[in-house]
């Protein structure tokens, strides 16, 4: 079984540039969750998507974060603009249903914010 | 909202001796604890969970137990191996299958 695909591996930009994040679940998962790990720090959760709808999102910097799931499949993950304290690992995950059991996760994305 | 603790920060073991790592939690109406691995730039993968009507449970070398009352669960690795050797992350969800909230993770190191 493929696992949750998420590119690039890596990213460094400067402050107040743009940033976006792709993202595959696996094959038939329905929900698809976006977690930012600062560093020394569990994972926090920015949105999850059911299908292309967001179920919560109560934990995005709206001001400059956007994320989206167009086609209830890949989704991608934007920041716009960067700010230092972005800095982190952006991970996605997935799961089969909408209950936050049993998540997947990608190997993440490791922005720096110069 | 839901706040989760976990201690210790680090953990060093002798390879063969047993690690615990401890959670509290907030919401006495959480009703899901997982546990994840994280090896070193690799992703988090889970290796167990536990449900609130239940009071332990074991999976081979693995086993967490679940204090409601307390508010506390525990990850108990028994015989540990150098390959233990990661981050390891709790969590907890809340009632209406709310979104996980993570603790701050236990570094493991096993010595061999």
């Known amino acids: 079984e493929a696992g949750v695909a998420q590119s690039p591996r890596y990213k460094i930009i400067e402050k107040r540039q743009s940033v976006a994040f792709w993202c595959n679940p696996i094959s038939g998962h329905a929900t698809l969750y976006w977690y930012q790990q600062i560093l020394g720090q569990g994972p926090k959760l920015l949105i999850q998507?059911?299908?292309?709808?967001?179920?919560?999102d109560s934990q995005l910097p709206k001001d400059r974060f956007s994320a989206e799931r167009l086609k209830g499949v890949d989704s991608t993950l934007k920041i716009q603009p960067a700010k230092l304290e972005d800095s982190a690992v952006y991970l996605c995950?997935?799961?089969?249903?909408?209950?936050?059991?049993?998540?997947?996760f990608g190997s993440g994305t490791q922005l720096s914010v110069l | 909202g839901e706040n989760v603790e976990q201690h210790p920060s680090t953990l060093s073991v002798q390879e063969g001796d047993s690690a615990v790592i401890k959670c509290t939690y907030s919401d006495s109406a959480s009703n899901y604890f997982p546990w994840y691995k994280q090896e070193l730039g690799k992703r988090p993968q889970l290796i167990i969970d536990?449900?609130?009507?239940?009071g332990e449970k074991k999976d081979q070398r693995i086993a967490v137990t679940l204090n409601k009352t307390a508010k506390h669960f525990s990850l108990h690795i028994t015989e540990t191996q150098p390959e233990d050797s990661a981050v390891y992350f709790c969590a907890a969800r809340g009632p209406g299958a709310r979104q996980l909230t993570f603790g701050s993770g236990t570094q493991l190191t096993v010595l061999p």
């Open positions: 536990i449900r609130s009507n239940v």
């Open positions: 998507f059911q299908n292309n709808g967001v179920v919560d």
């Open positions: 995950a997935s799961s089969l249903l909408q209950d936050n059991e049993k998540l997947f």
